[in-house]
């Protein structure tokens, strides 16, 4: 099925027959490939089109994904429902004299993965309680989408979430009062390493180097942990580890957080 048939089988679902919304809409989508130079998602990118749009049948799709994700994603510290509505208004309602967030959705991977994104994101500031998450963990994971992989996928395509989590929660045990109160401080309450370097009166790029030393610490510790546990070989486990440590950020702020690890 070539470009354009994808635009139009995806358009029918939304009841959009006038030829004039076909053509703004097939513009739209070859806008974002760049006509052809860029590999896109034509059918994803129409669905976005379409809310854009205010298509009501189109934004029940959007709302069943973005409620399904937020139940996903959400754990003790906010409920799914409120999840969802913060993602809503986070990414369907424009702020005033600009497009709505959604809008930034380029059709390089699949929208499910951008939206599980956006939800981790959302999740990650709500649990803070801060008014925006660090630079950092944004351009982190806007890279775990653009490769078309999410956290939850990674963590699950080798083994348990949970038996992650145990082993994460045990490496902390191996850090200092000092490395565990820097963790704490930049991704649970959200402090820039530029803040924490004039707290403990030295430079941004050596509060950055604790952080990266005490990551070091847990991701070895973790080795050692899935090791002795598992029967995986030390390959599956070195995988493992590693997409760990894409997403650490994300974890260590989920993990840190929970009062059963109380910290200096």
Request: charged share 25%; net charge positive; aromatic share 4%.
């Amino acid at each position: 099925m070539n470009f354009g048939d994808l635009v139009d089988q995806r358009l029918a679902d939304f009841g959009v027959t006038a030829p004039a919304a076909r053509a703004a809409c097939l513009k739209w989508v070859d806008s974002r490939s760049k006509n052809g130079a860029i590999a896109v998602i034509p059918a994803d990118l129409t669905l976005v089109w379409a809310v854009l749009q205010g298509n009501a049948v189109a934004l029940m799709e959007i709302d069943e994904l973005i409620e399904g994700l937020s139940r996903r994603a959400a754990g003790r510290a906010i409920e799914a429902s409120e999840l969802a509505q913060r993602v809503r208004t986070r990414l369907l309602v424009a702020p005033k004299n600009k497009e709505a967030r959604l809008s930034t959705y380029d059709g390089r991977g699949k929208l499910k993965s951008w939206l599980w994104t956006a939800t981790k994101l959302e999740l990650l500031q709500a649990t803070r309680g801060m008014g925006q998450a660090p630079t950092e963990d944004i351009q982190e994971l806007t890279h775990l989408t653009a490769q078309g992989r999410t956290p939850e996928s990674q963590a699950r395509s080798t083994m348990d979430t949970r038996l992650v989590s145990l082993a994460l929660r045990d490496a902390l045990g191996v850090l200092e009062a000092k490395e565990r109160t820097l963790l704490r401080m930049r991704f649970v309450d959200g402090v820039s390493t530029e803040e924490l370097g004039r707290m403990f009166q030295v430079h941004r790029t050596t509060a950055q180097r604790w952080i990266e030393s005490a990551q070091a610490k847990i991701m070895a510790a973790m080795r050692a942990r899935l090791e002795e546990e598992t029967r995986l070989g030390r390959s599956d486990v070195d995988s493992l580890i590693g997409e760990v440590a894409q997403s650490i950020s994300l974890r260590l702020s989920q993990v840190l957080n929970r009062d059963e690890l109380p910290l200096p």
